[in-house]
């Protein structure tokens, strides 16, 4: 029954381009991207370390991309892999220097690992193009975007197979006691620090190898709107909703406040913002555990 | 050979000395009772056998070899052990996936190998209620959890922080059972606790705190005695 | 909201009675005054012609999307216009950053496109040079430039008194001040070799970056104190309408008075005018209110807007959007139908008198063929009220030099 | 404890030789970091008690910002002056706002508290922005812009109200939660709601006093920013986000080292911004020394 | 004083407490009974932490079911929980106050009751600008029975006061509160160590599985073969 269904969603997301408009192909290829930010966040979180940083490492998969394109000719397929590596052994630097910070001290330093790395990206103009940023003539694929939404389908998967194996294997038992209980983990033989690194360096590039396709696809980055907190709230606002510590909680969110917003956008051209924040409001107050962490409690009391 | 050989191990937070100048050996298969008043230091001699917290000085030699230096999940896996006074179950997990998590890591073991060892386990200490989630379990049960995770990685020396209290007298019965098998299956244990009739009870020996230094040793019954005890810790009541 | 209504049903009646209504789609952040302000000056422009019966006997349908000033969603709006409306125009746009990321879409479908939006230009280089279905009406931030350096010619030649020999330039330091700061590098450079359109006025340049309010900074003194020691002829800050007033009040607290003290943020604040430190500030700017007042077109415009959204524009997009939607009809009607040629010859040879103050005729300008406005104005806040400086042809008054300072304030 | 108070008169020290070197950046960043401070205390009170970051924190300020812009529009208020009435008018919508939303989600995890004060600062920007439109207001009074001579130097004299009103505002907070019983109940809510309830404390007031009152608070602030700012929509976002770095870098309950650190970031930032072609610069080194002293502590405080 | 009657507590569809009565008058009385029988989910209805499926609680004469904590602690019950629950960040003389400062009747005997407690807990006094959370386990317990006591409580309920406490202390905590209870406070005590609860306890239940299988006077207790076998190991 399970196994039918993913079949049946997987199949479905495959074939969407062939039976959907080019419009809808968007949408979800924008909220594909966003659900890998929601479920790289969460995995962080699921070791208990809650991560502002997530814009942060999607600004510099971009940068990356669209520069090895630039200056130095990769091929732009290839270009998400150096967004993703990238972002990886910046993290992997990092990491050993602010993985021994807790809770909202991680928080604040990965938030403010985020500013620096605007305020690098404004003033290395000879690599980064400054503050107005650098533009490729094309998009990836040729701006096709079935190819582009394959892609990013394909990324997706990736995702989720990886935020599934943290799930399933010793991997979740070691982040969630890590999460549950240090000095436990700890006593439990567990290497802490090499777990959240081993997270850490994962999730950040996941986020780089975001954050370079979205750079593939419209072909520029620019420092304001490549770091923008738009790339750490929603994610978090989606994982939320949907439901943390799972890998179908953030895809659940995504979809539901990706879907919402967009369809609010064509019921109401003015003010459908403030419709959208009270929806995650009472989101927050009538599903505590998330949309899909409350549908799962309701069936489990059945 | 001592199992375990503590050297002049001190520990300081800040000013405050908690555990001074501190030596003593476990010998193998040996039962120790370490007592104490509140605050003398016991569970912070615990915590750095276990690497949890760094001595300020001394040494500490685990069969041999010098493990002052070692982080805490290392020496778990050469086989240094210990519960947790307030008992700490990992409230995400089911009962059996906390003891999981011990075979898991300390042990290395494959995700199967390690639910079939965590039920031994269960059955070794009569745990029957093991797919509840901890918030379900009873003082009794959560206390048996503690054990069950301290042995799941089949140490060579477990150290016991209070697993008594709370305990009703059949509990504490059963759990001096458990204790004692554990010792028959080759465990060197090392027991902190306040219940008097069961340190006489259990251990082969004892080693008596006070304010992070010892100032008795010997068998229980001899210790008892001890004026110096009396007064710092077990009142004239006794 | 009800009158919001009422123009749906007005248009969902047409659309019955007449024929297929001719679609275009227009995209702009309806959340910031600029775009909202814009998007009822197009639907303005659509009911009047609509109300004289459309264009080529069908009527015209607007659709307005927001882009939230969020790339991705102005991206998206473009394909749901092209696939699910199916329009047959695009208009619209505003913040460059949005636009960069719609380039790649827009050049998927080249429908023709007339965009008053997007000045950096990186959006030039981004549409590059073969796209002949796309028009530019908004300056692109060099020509700006450009066109203020033929101004203060003009005014010099009118006011010999008036010197611009030193100019500092502070910008806020996104992509629109150092563009612009970039942009007057590049024309100083050319000035001193003697070519360019600087030459002979500007002898000295010098630049100061400061963090705009708009984005949480909004503390200009380091910058101004700088500037103060640099005593340029003509100062003039790029940064956004947040920054207006405060740069103001610390360049008072400092004592700061150039001769010419010069704004040229795309917007200003609301009452600016009626903030007793206005008063003598030059501002760049392709509008003002007072152009009505010699304008017979603007004054047309001014009075529909205000009968019709009861407020009255604050922003040139607002005359723009305007200009905008009937460029597009006259070209429309010039070619005698919506195909893409025809349109395209059309727009590149018609011209049209705008509200926004002056013609309006395609020419190319760097890279891309079709240019629309290539020059701002400059005027000049007196007593609290926008003043047309130059172009002379629409000047309302006469410029006040120097700038008068802060005792009286 | 002690460690700390040494790293901040290092800061201190360091701060002493920036004033000799470079004067205006130390007034400018004295007056700013003050401003930074003042801003950040109630949210630091909030998180402290509550314990709830609040992201919704400088959209409060944004609606003072506007109620008193309405004050001085419609009835002539001097910005000052309005304190008094913004105070309590922003109580009322703290007190609203909590009961409506965050009381409702205190028990379930506290990252949905997280969630629902995004979703209160998306609702009340828009808000905002729905009734009064993106343009920026503004308010101008003559006395804010005065300038005068210090050391030699000529300097903006209002700004240095921020300083005044930041230790004024510090120094209350103290007393009340030192020496009112009110102010010893919040300190032991935030300690432990639980033990808090045994000794017969009303911990569901405390919560809603402590986030009305620090609601409320954001009056000082916002009538003294009042006539130096330009009023608009997303005024408060870069504060809250300033706010959460001050409490963070003074180390939660630490309200003294909140000025501390908003004086030494303020002064950090104005060196830069001084240092022509590199003001460009200036966050670097904002958020750089915020790591940094993180960090620090971090390694000094690892074990216990 | 204190009368419970009929209360049934379910945690989710869980029932741990069925159809239970029991009284406290001026007395003390103690609640016996292996873990998990359903003890500290009582003691934590009558504070109003937890809301019953059924029954009520009265307090002098007064229906308190459904009472908010605070509520019922003015009225005159005071709890010594299990985990102490001081605040750590406190000094000792402020953790007492702070038993007085939030009651009214308390309040006004504030110097008074310090005394008292002093009387009872002398080491307290030496302590008194000692951060809470500095001190000990035993010395905790002492301060979190102290902060009881500055409530001038008409019921102390004590939940498991004996955990972790080192002999002597225990011996000596147990004097103590027959002192208290000579002063005329009611005591409600749940305690594993039944060889001492008896000491202090004029009257016990014994609780297993949710419902009250002994209830008598203390000296009787003492003698139960049940009690004896499960809860003595004679």
Known sequence: MKTLSIIAVLALAIILPFIADIYLIHVVSTIMIFMCLALSWDMMLRTGQLSFGTAGFFGLGAYAAIIAVDDFNVNPVMSIFVGAVFAALTSFGLGIAVLKLREMYFAITTLALTSVFTVLARNLSDLTGGAAGKILFNAIFDGDPKKTYWLILSFTIVVIVLSEIFERTRVKYAISSIRNDELVAKSSGINIFKYLLIVFVITSAIQGAAGAIYAQQYAFVEPDSTFSANFLLLPIAMALVGGIYSTIGPIVGALVLGFTSEYLKLLMPYGHLIIYGIIIVLTVIFLRKGVYGTIMEKIRSK | MATLRLENLTKHFGGLVAVNNVTFEVAEQEILGIIGPNGAGKTTLTSLVAGTLQVSGGRIVFEGKDVTKSPAHLRVRMGISRTFQTVRPLKDFTALENIMVGALFARGESLGKAKERAYQVCQLLEFDRAERYPDRLTVFELKKLEIARAIVSDPKILFLDEIMAGLNFEEMKQMINIVRSLRDRGVTICVIEHVMSVINELTDRVIVLDRGEIIAQGPYQEVSQNRRVIAAYLGEEG | MRRLFVLVSLLLTLIVLAEKPIKIGAILPLSDITGRQAANAMKLAVKEINDAGGVLGRP?????????????????????????????????????????????????????????????????????????????????????????????????????????????????????????????????????????????????????????????????????????????????????????????????????????????????????????????????????????????????????????????????????????????????????????????????????????????????????????????????????????????????????????????? | MKRIFNLYTFFLLLLVVVALVRPYAFFYGLQRGSLYSLIALPLALILGIVGLLNLAHGDFLTLGLYIGYILFNQFKFDPILSMIFIAPILFVIGLAVYKSTIEKVLKSHHLNLLLITFGVSITLVELINSLWTSRPRNVYVTYATKSISLFGISIGAYEFLYVAASIAVLLVIMLVLKKTRFGQAAFAVGQNPRGAAIVGINVKLVYTITFSLATAMMAVSASLMMPRVSIFPNLGGPFTMKSFCLTAMAGLGNLPGILLSGITLGIAEAIVQSIPGYSGWSDLVFFGVLILVIAFRANRGAER | MLEIKNLSIAYGKVQVIWDLSITVGSEAVGLFGPNGAGKTTLINCILGMIRPISGNIYFDGRDITGLETYQVVRLGIALVPQERELFPLMTVEENLKSGAAYIPHARNQLVDRMNFVFTIFPVLKERLSQKAGTMSGGEQRMLAVGRALMACPKLLILDEPSVGLQPSIVTEMFAKLKQIRMEGVSILLTEQNVKQGLKVIDRGYVIENGRIVIEDKSEKLAQEEHIKRAYLGV
């Open chain 3, 60 to 409: 015209i349908e607007l659709i307005v999307m927001d882009d939230e000033m969020k790339p991705e969603k102005g991206a998206a709006a473009v394909d749901k216009l092209a696939t699910v409306d199916k329009v047959d125009f695009f208009v619209g746009g505003m913040s460059s950053s949005v636009h960069l990321a719609q380039i790649p879409i827009l050049k998927k479908y080249k429908k023709i496109t007339v965009w008053i939006g997007a000045a950096s230009y990186k959006c030039e280089e981004a549409v590059g040079a073969d796209s002949d279905w796309y028009f530019h009406l908004h300056p692109w931030d060099y020509l700006q430039g450009e066109s203020y350096a033929i101004g203060w010619k003009a005014i010099t030649e009118k006011y010999p008194q008036v010197k611009i020999e030193k100019i500092f330039l502070a910008y806020e330091e996104g992509a629109f001040g150092t563009s612009s700061f970039k942009s007057y590098q590049d024309e100083f450079e050319l000035a001193k070799q003697g070519t360019g359109v600087w030459t002979g006025l500007m002898k000295d340049l010098k630049g100061g970056p400061f963090k705009s309010a708009a984005l949480g900074g909004g503390d200009y003194r380091a910058m101004l104190l700088q500037a103060k020691q640099y005593d340029p002829d003509l100062f003039i800050w790029a940064g956004y309408d947040a920054d207006a007033i405060p740069m103001l009040s610390q360049a008072k607290e400092i004592g700061f008075s150039p001769k010419l003290f010069v704004g040229a943020p795309p917007g200003w604040p609301a009452d600016f005018g009626k903030n007793p430190l206005s008063n003598g500030v030059v501002l760049y700017g392709m509008w003002a209110p007072a152009l009505k007042d010699v304008s017979a077109i603007a004054k047309h415009f001014w009075d529909a807007y205000v009968q019709e959204f009861n407020e009255e524009p604050a922003t040139y997009f607002a005359p723009l959007g305007y200009t905008n939607i009937y460029f597009l009809i006259e070209a429309i009607k010039k070619a005698g139908s919506i195909d893409d040629k025809a349109v395209i010859q059309a727009l590149r040879e018609i011209e049209y008198e705008s509200p926004v103050g002056g013609v309006l005729k395609i020419s190319p300008s760097r890279i891309i063929k079709n240019q629309g406005f290539r020059a701002q104005k400059i005027l000049q806040w007196q007593n609290g009220v926008q003043h047309v400086i130059w172009p002379f042809e629409y000047a309302t008054a006469n410029l006040i030099y120097p700038f008068p300072g802060w005792s009286t304030k």
